[in-house]
């Protein structure tokens, strides 16, 4: 079954520097998705995008947020100057039309 | 407002028993639902959906409920098994058009006693 996969799976970064967060979705979808999930708490989204440009984002999404889909299979998140409080699982989602379905995360964490 | 989620509600069941998750969703005009099973390492995965003209849906072993009136939406996973141990969540879709996000519930943690 075709799945979306994400990588790397866990990673440090110092406080102030540039990330970026990869995402492979399922090869057929359309609508591409990242949303994070501070340990302990829900999942909450941050940006959806389709037809290569954003549809929507969050409160969370700020200017020192992008994305990507740079080849027609890679879709990335940077993050330009990391915070303490980025600190979390992010995950990414793709749909062909409604059902989303998740990679299994990347797991920041800023020192 | 939102509130932070430090602790997430807990259903303890026996193996074999049935178990029955809930969720209060907060947006009246939400026209399509999904219940997510995520375990421990992994991403949230879809288990079953239903639209806001349904009020129940049946999958293998599962059963979603809606009730609009009071925004109310349950989950029921027939006898239980061990591999069910999971965080469940439920996820509101505002409205059906284009890329749509989702949003989530606070979870239910679903603990299996052998």
């Known amino acids: 079954e075709p799945e979306v996969t994400q990588t790397p799976s866990h990673q440090v970064t110092q406080m102030g520097q540039e990330v970026i967060l990869r995402c492979v979705p399922i090869?057929?979808?359309?609508?591409f998705y990242w949303y994070r999930q501070i340990l302990g708490q829900k999942v909450e989204f941050l940006v959806s995008?389709?037809?290569?440009?954003?549809?929507?984002k969050s409160e969370i999404f700020d200017d020192q947020f992008s994305v990507e889909r740079p080849d027609g299979s890679n879709f990335t998140l940077k993050i330009r100057s990391t915070k303490l409080e980025d600190s979390a699982m992010y995950f990414c989602?793709?749909?062909?039309?409604?059902?989303?379905?998740f990679g299994d995360g990347t797991r920041l964490s800023i020192l | 407002g939102e509130s932070v989620g430090l602790h997430l509600p807990t259903l303890s069941v026996q193996e074999g028993d049935n178990s029955i998750i809930n969720c209060a969703y907060s947006?009246?005009?939400?026209?399509?639902f999904i219940w997510y099973k995520q375990e421990s390492g992994k991403g949230p995965q879809f288990i079953i959906d239903?639209?806001?003209?349904?009020d129940k849906r049946q999958g293998q072993r599962v059963t979603v409920l809606l009730n609009k009136t009071v925004k109310h939406l349950s989950l029921q996973i027939a006898a239980t098994q061990p591999g069910d141990s999971a965080v469940y969540f439920c996820?509101?879709?505002?409205?059906?058009?284009?890329?749509?996000?989702?949003?989530f519930g606070q979870g239910t943690r679903l603990t299996i006693n052998p």
């Open positions: 996820a509101e879709v505002p409205i059906i058009q284009g890329a749509q996000k989702l949003v």
């Open positions: 995008f389709y037809n290569n440009e954003i549809s929507e």
């Open positions: 090869s057929n979808h359309l609508y």
């Open positions: 239903i639209r806001s003209n349904m």
């Open positions: 989602a793709s749909a062909r039309v409604e059902v989303q379905h």
């Open positions: 947006n009246s005009a939400s026209d399509y």
